[in-house]
């Protein structure tokens, strides 16, 4: 079963506005980890913001959000006042934390390429 | 912030060759590396746990004679591809996780196969 689902393989959002990224997951793990990176062209992954299933509060970086709603199992990534060099493939990853030790292991989603418009 | 450097980011070899990708924790230990594969407009794909000073630990479906881990330091990890083909070409990308929460990436190898 894909652990990481996003439905959106393309958004096009206009300059200067909000786009919501959409994110949904299945574990049964009760600790776990929600991670944005975003790729651009070029291939590097970048890290975008990080939101822990105990965390009370929405992650936010800058003008990154995450909107997590844990009953729905959903980590959707909203950008505000959007860039030009936000266009970008954008992941979502899920690390399932194991108890008795560390585990960094991620499991992504298929993505969505964002573009920004003028 | 944490660095991961990854070395080669571009090889062209020919099929038959063995190819190294090495990736570096450059101002942090990391006793486990991640080892990636990204196809073409698809998304990363786990192959292998790099693990300091022991075994790696490979996800189904990879070969592991294939892909080599050797993990022989705190900050060095490499993949050997043995015996390239076409279909091994692919963009391979490594990461540690400097902190708690934390995952850095390499910038990436983008392997071509002749």
């Known amino acids: 079963a894909q652990k990481i689902t996003q439905t959106q393989p393309g958004m096009f959002v206009q300059e200067k506005e909000a786009v919501t990224l959409d994110c949904t997951y299945d574990?049964?793990?009760?600790?776990?980890?929600l991670f944005w990176y975003k790729q651009p062209s070029s291939g590097e992954m970048i890290f975008l913001i990080y939101q822990g299933s105990y965390d009370q509060q929405n992650a936010t970086e800058g003008r990154y959000s995450l909107n997590f709603q844990k009953a729905r199992k959903s980590a959707n990534l909203v950008i505000s006042a959007s860039q030009l060099g936000d266009s970008a493939m954008y992941f979502c990853a899920m690390r399932e934390i194991r108890s008795g030790g560390s585990n960094y292991k991620l499991t992504f989603g298929k993505g969505t390429l964002l573009t920004v418009n003028p | 912030g944490a660095v991961v450097s990854q070395h080669p980011s571009w090889v062209i070899c020919k099929s038959g060759t063995s190819v190294k990708i090495e990736c570096r924790s450059l101002d942090f230990q990391a006793t486990t590396m991640f080892w990636y594969r990204q196809f073409p407009k698809q998304s990363l794909m786990l192959m292998a746990t790099s693990n300091e000073g022991s075994k790696a630990t490979y996800e189904q479906g990879v070969e592991k004679d294939k892909f080599l881990i050797n993990h022989a330091s705190l900050t060095l990890s490499t993949l050997t591809v043995t015996s390239a083909h076409p279909e091994d070409s692919s963009f391979y990308i490594c990461?540690?996780?400097?902190?708690?929460?934390?995952?850095?990436f390499g910038a990436g190898s983008r392997l071509t196969v002749l």
């Open positions: 574990t049964s793990d009760p600790s776990y980890g």
């Open positions: 990461s540690a996780a400097p902190g708690a929460n934390v995952l850095t």
